[in-house]
T-cell receptor, first 114, second 110 residues
Framework: EAGVAQSPRYKIIEKRQSVAFWCNPI?????LYWYQQILGQGPKLLIQ????????DSQLPKDRFSAERLKGVDSTLKIQPAKLEDSAVYLC????????????FGEGSRLTVL | EDQVTQSPEALRLQEGESSSLNCSYT??????LFWYRQDPGKGPEFLFT???AGEEKEKERLKATLTKKESFLHITAPKPEDSATYLC???????????FGPGTRLSVLP
């Protein structure tokens, strides 16, 4: 069974530039999550989708971050404009459905903002 | 608000020296507690799920236990390949929030 796929693995940008990350969850998983993990910290939830609807985006900085999940499968997370403090690993995870079972994670996308 | 804390922040062990990692949680009803292992440059990898106080799960040199307030990850006779960051996370009773702790960085020296 294929795991969660993410791209790109690494991205370096200047502050105020934009960046987009892509995620393809495990087939059949209805719930998709984007987490931000700053070095030395645990993952922090940015947004959770159930199919193509948003369940929780309370911690998403909506003035600069946006995310969508078209057709309830792939998802894209965008940052525009980026700040220095956005330097982190962006992890995508999926689960069969919300509140049930474990989350499966991708390898992550490491963002460095200069 | 759901909270998860972990201790110690970092732990260095000699190969074969057993120890325990702690995860304390405050949630509005626990639906499940999860342990993950994270290697540098990788995403978290699932280890265990615990659902009720008194439950225990084992896998090779790892054993996870759960009480009403905390969980322990016991590592017996660790090897250098057990070096990683160990994260715990909880589902609250509403099943909406999957909250992670900050992790424990484990180093096992040969």
């Amino acid at each position: 069974e294929a795991g969660v796929a993410q791209s790109p693995r690494y991205k370096i940008i200047e502050k105020r530039q934009s960046v987009a990350f892509w995620c393809n969850p495990i087939s059949g998983h209805a719930t998709l999550y984007w987490y931000q993990q700053i070095l030395g910290q645990g993952p922090k939830l940015l947004i959770q989708f159930q199919n193509n609807g948003v369940v929780d985006d309370s911690q998403l900085p909506k003035d600069r971050f946006s995310a969508e999940r078209l057709k309830g499968v792939d998802s894209t997370l965008k940052i525009q404009p980026a700040k220095l403090e956005d330097s982190a690993v962006y992890l995508c995870a999926s689960s069969f459905r919300s509140g049930v079972g474990e989350l499966f994670f991708g390898e992550g996308s490491r963002l460095t903002v200069l | 608000e759901d909270q998860v804390t972990q201790s110690p922040e970092a732990l260095r062990l000699q190969e074969g020296e057993s120890s325990s990692l702690n995860c304390s949680y405050t949630v509005s009803g626990l639906r499940g507690l999860f342990w993950y292992r994270q290697d540098p440059g990788k995403g978290p990898e699932f280890l265990f799920t615990l659902y009720s106080a008194g439950e225990e799960k084992e896998k090779e040199r790892l054993k996870a236990t759960l009480t009403k307030k905390e969980s322990f990850l016991h590592i017996t006779a660790p090897k250098p390949e057990d070096s990683a960051t160990y994260l715990c996370a909880v589902w609250d009773n509403y099943g909406q929030n999957f909250v992670f702790g900050p992790g424990t960085r484990l180093s096992v020296l040969p």
